[in-house]
């Protein structure tokens, strides 16, 4: 079994920057892939990025070049620097991990960004 656990979420104003956290612990499947969801009221979750155990990482369109996915293998630990941030970015904000066949969620974070 695999728990995630998210950091970093907050209130922050319209142009502001946060950065998510996502650490994993329990049995990790070496060869897996991290990815951040989120979902905002009354919308479907959506993918906003993920990245490979080797590093490669594919973004939305709505966050490229303003979000930046990364991770720390040594650490079990996947990350979300997120810049520029509109109202629009507001949601919950969830860590998730493929491993195999199996997926793994967190529990969510909340971002809201006030304009």
């Known amino acids: 079994q695999v728990q995630l656990v998210e950091s970093g979420g907050g209130l922050v104003q319209a142009g502001g920057s946060l950065r998510l956290s996502c650490a994993a612990s329990?049995?990790?499947?070496?060869?897996?892939?991290m990815r951040w969801h989120r979902q905002a009221p009354g919308k479907q979750r959506e993918l906003v990025a993920y990245?490979?155990?080797?590093?490669?990482?594919n973004y939305a369109d709505s966050v490229k070049g303003r979000f930046t996915i990364s991770r720390d293998n040594a650490k079990d630990t996947a990350y979300l620097q997120m810049n520029s941030l509109k109202p629009e970015d507001t949601a919950v904000y969830y860590c998730?991990?493929?491993?195999?066949?199996?997926?793994?969620w967190g529990q969510g974070t909340q971002v809201t960004v006030s304009s």
């Open positions: 990245i490979t155990r080797g590093g490669s990482t």
């Open positions: 998730n991990m493929l491993a195999d066949i199996n997926i793994y």
């Open positions: 329990g049995s990790i499947f070496s060869n897996n892939v």
